[in-house]
């Protein structure tokens, strides 16, 4: 059995990583002419968001951690943009997409809310 990083615990990041997998799935139905332009910047912007969580949970003050916290709300904001421009573009269907975003803005409430925590708590200290 392999040893858990502290970040895999965080309920946050195991949506952000479920967010990953929903959204490769959906970009291997992009033109391969994309494959560097929107495949490569909707799948950058949705890993950047679980990574973030992930630094962010490595740092040692609340401050720190609630910086990288913002860091992934904006890469999901990213993320949720180009999935938009993707089914706009008819890259994809919002069949495909509507599911996706309904996911990414439960992830966006769940991000905020932690960024607030942190903040909140880093003033108390």
């Not at 909707?42 to 968001?49: F, G, P």
Request: proline content about 2%; glycine content about 4%.
């Amino acid at each position: 059995m392999r040893k858990e990083f502290p970040f895999e615990k965080l309920e946050v990041w195991q949506d952000a990583r479920q967010l990953v997998r929903v959204v490769y799935q959906c970009a291997e139905s992009f033109p391969s002419s994309e494959r560097y332009g929107m495949t490569s910047q909707l799948t950058r912007a949705t890993v950047s968001v679980a990574n973030n969580l992930a630094e962010g949970s490595g740092r040692s003050s609340l401050k720190d951690q609630a910086h990288y916290s913002s860091q992934s709300y904006a890469s999901l904001m990213e993320t949720a943009c180009d999935l938009i421009l993707a089914t706009d573009l008819g890259f994809t269907s919002a069949e495909v997409t509507d599911p996706i975003l309904n996911q990414a803005y439960d992830l966006s409430v769940r991000i905020h809310n932690l960024r607030e925590s942190q903040l909140r708590r880093a003033a108390q200290a």
